[in-house]
């Protein structure tokens, strides 16, 4: 049946293009991190409207979720520590694709071929001769198959069939009604800002060796030394697996015609340098195949760590009382080196290796007693790592001579804080009685000596304002801005970290008619597609709701984060 997407569709399955599923996310419970495992043959999974689900049904369901989040992040479930973060439970979500499923039967729909082929397409677009690429390079490493992906897709389509009759109503958005709501989502006010950072009053702090002493009592409990761990490991560096990568790159045939795919789907603004400027299209090009030669490196990285931490776990595991050296046994038998990293504690981590937090939480995990080696792969930045617990240093309070410049830094930065808040409120309060007298916001504010920034219009559907992200919260602007009305000024809104900001509403901006005319159709388009989905998931919530009594796996315990090596 693979024949049958081979005659609908142009394939890129490098750069994935997730145009239309939906049904995926919306049942994700921040409360419920986890990633699942498998279950075996005799699993209680459960019925569905008197259907017992067997194992096969489940595991077809399992592999049709991990492609589905491969669709959306670009990476299988269990090669991403964000799934955790996410909240995602592969099993839960398994079987909220189960219940999903039970209703297309019960709705009797069916997919034609030539739908499956078209939204195959539009999940991956591209050439007809990748298929064999997708199978080789995607499927088969992640131990999937192609039926397992024509399953899918045709699984999905019905799925979304699903949300189109029971959502239905929701696309029953008339021009008018989308007109009216972007209206109000674009309607734009004009606004002015001046930004008091505390960087401009540090210099205005005297220091005195008896302010400093008195700061330190008072504050002595912010001078201490955190509890440190140093570890030794085995590094497996992304740049050991260049050459590797570059064979895979060299094997792909039309390289070049993907990644120019990739940039334009992207869209031509998306690949910036490091000062927020568009790349021209030559060097963008050059920064997705780099991206992707990296990536390509760090799997073949996590596969020769995760070689090494299995013979390391059986090793571990045979052992009558574990212990950190079995690290540098294993390493050795290997031919492979063992650093030892400087102390560092949890919240930073190594300061002088490039890791990620990842690396910090292993190794604070550890303790010499039960558990003094993880024989687990820990993905870092740049490469893998192996660890085992070297030392542990508990901890303790700091001297005033130890800390005395970061004394002097916290006092200087406070009374600094204190100068430029009781300026700016003395600002807003000559501000708001200036407007009340007639006076302008740009007069009031040249004569108090404050810089005033003009912003673009800001509307609900602003989402970014350029060269003001870095400095400015603009969620936060945006609440306060559009609360106001026009000639009103703001108090001085906080903006951590280092200062607070005053806005001033000058006045509402027309709508751009031209504009309106052009975005109308997409507009009302999308408005419908939400509201559709917005009716599917509250009658689908409606569903599970009755289902999942009979569902063990919606109403197991929280799970922690997965420790078990593969």
């Known amino acids: 049946m693979f024949g049958t997407i081979r005659r609908h569709q142009k394939w890129l399955w490098w750069v ?240 070049t015609a993907l990644v120019q795919e990739s940039y334009y789907k992207a869209g031509t603004n998306a690949f910036k340098d490091t000062n927020g400027n568009v790349l021209p299209a030559e060097k963008a090009m050059a920064k997705i195949k780099d991206e992707e030669r990296d990536r390509r490196a760090m799997l073949f990285a996590r596969k020769k760590a995760n070689d090494f931490a299995g013979l390391l776990y059986d090793v571990v595991n045979s052992a009558k009382q574990p212990n950190a050296a079995l690290l540098d046994q294993v390493a050795k038998t290997n031919n492979l080196t063992v650093h030892v990293s400087t102390p560092f504690d949890g919240e930073n981590g190594p300061t002088n290796m490039n890791v990620g937090r990842n690396f910090a939480q292993a190794a604070f995990s550890l303790n010499a007693t039960n558990n003094p080696i993880l024989p687990q792969a820990i993905e870092g930045e740049d490469a893998y790592y192996v660890l085992a617990l070297k030392d542990a240093m508990p901890s303790r309070p700091q001297s005033f001579a130890e800390v005395k410049g970061k004394v002097e830094d916290d006092y200087r930065h406070a009374l600094a804080f204190g100068i430029m808040r009781s300026e700016a409120m003395d600002f807003q309060a000559r501000l708001t009685n200036g ?24 509307s609900r559907a602003t989402e970014s304002l350029t060269n003001l992200d870095d400095v400015v919260n603009v969620r936060q602007l945006k609440n306060f801005v559009l609360s106001m009305e026009p000639g009103k000024v703001s108090p001085l809104v906080p903006n951590p970290p280092e200062g607070a900001f005053i806005i001033y509403v000058k006045h509402r901006v027309p709508v751009d008619e031209a504009k309106l005319k052009e975005e109308l159709p997409k507009f009302t388009a999308e408005m419908r597609y939400m509201r559709q989905n917005d009716l599917f998931n509250q009658w689908f919530r409606k569903v599970v709701e009755k289902a999942a009594p009979n569902l063990p796996l919606l109403n197991k315990p929280q799970q922690q984060p997965r420790t078990d090596r593969g």
Do not use: C
Not at 220 to 246: G, K, L
Not at 440 to 457: C, Q, R, W
């Open 16 to 255: 994935v293009v997730v145009v239309t599923i939906s049904t995926f996310v919306i049942f994700f419970n921040p409360a419920e991190p986890g990633g699942g495992r498998g279950r075996g043959v005799g699993a209680q999974l459960g019925q569905i409207d008197g259907h017992q689900i067997t194992v096969r049904e489940f595991q077809d369901a399992l592999r049709e979720t991990r492609l589905l989040y491969f669709l959306n992040f670009r990476k299988f479930p269990e090669e991403d520590d964000q799934a955790h973060q996410r909240g995602f439970d592969i099993e839960r979500e398994a079987t909220l694709r189960l219940v999903r499923l039970a209703k297309v039967k019960e709705a009797r729909i069916q997919v034609a071929d030539v739908t499956v082929g078209e939204m195959a397409k539009r999940l991956l677009g591209g050439d007809p001769a990748r298929i064999t690429e997708f199978e080789n390079q995607v499927l088969k490493p992640a131990n999937l198959t192609a039926a397992d992906f024509e399953r899918f897709v045709r699984n999905d389509a019905a799925i979304q069939q699903l949300s189109a009759v029971y959502g239905a109503a929701g696309r029953m958005v008339t021009p008018a009604e989308a007109e009216e709501v972007y209206r109000r989502e674009h309607q734009a006010v004009a606004t002015q800002l001046t930004m008091f950072n505390v960087s401009n009053y540090l210099s205005r702090v005297a220091l005195t060796n008896e302010a400093l002493t008195q700061w330190y009592s008072n504050q002595m409990s912010r001078y201490f030394t955190p509890e440190q761990v140093n570890v030794s490991y085995v590094s497996f560096p992304r740049t050991n697996f260049m050459t590797e990568a570059d064979k895979q790159l060299e094997s792909i045939t039309n390289l």
């Open 435 to 458: 407007l009340i007298a007639g006076k302008t916001f740009d007069d009031i504010a040249t004569a108090s000596k404050v810089h005033v920034l003009n912003l673009p219009p800001i």
